[in-house]
């Protein structure tokens, strides 16, 4: 995901596996704040640019602890309340 915005964001709970270039490339002197994200075998560092705390695992030139249970083909269905839910590891 790239994003140019200067404005505040809340960008929390993604998850991007896979990119050519970076997962996550935030470059704007925003006042983005970033929790919960998980960014896995990107072809470079992530790059943000805010408040970015420990709950995050961004691409540093390796997979962290998360990336392994983002394996296999997705799974999509919807819940109950009409949410998209994405499930790894699932069959196509």
């Given at each position: 995901m790239y994003n140019r915005n200067t404005g505040p964001m809340l960008v929390s709970d993604n998850v991007s596996v896979g990119n050519e270039q970076r997962n996550f490339d935030f470059d704007s002197g925003g006042t983005s704040v970033f929790r919960n994200n998980t960014s896995c075998d990107s072809g470079s560092n992530d790059?943000?640019?805010g408040d970015s705390d420990g709950s995050n695992q961004f691409w540093s030139g390796?997979?962290?602890s998360r990336c392994s249970s983002?394996?296999?083909a997705l799974r999509w269905s919807f819940a109950p309340?009409?949410?998209l839910v994405v499930t790894f590891g699932?069959?196509?």
């Amino acid at each position: 995901m790239y994003n140019r915005n200067t404005g505040p964001m809340l960008v929390s709970d993604n998850v991007s596996v896979g990119n050519e270039q970076r997962n996550f490339d935030f470059d704007s002197g925003g006042t983005s704040v970033f929790r919960n994200n998980t960014s896995c075998d990107s072809g470079s560092n992530d790059r943000v640019i805010g408040d970015s705390d420990g709950s995050n695992q961004f691409w540093s030139g390796s997979n962290g602890s998360r990336c392994s249970s983002y394996a296999g083909a997705l799974r999509w269905s919807f819940a109950p309340d009409g949410r998209l839910v994405v499930t790894f590891g699932g069959s196509r």
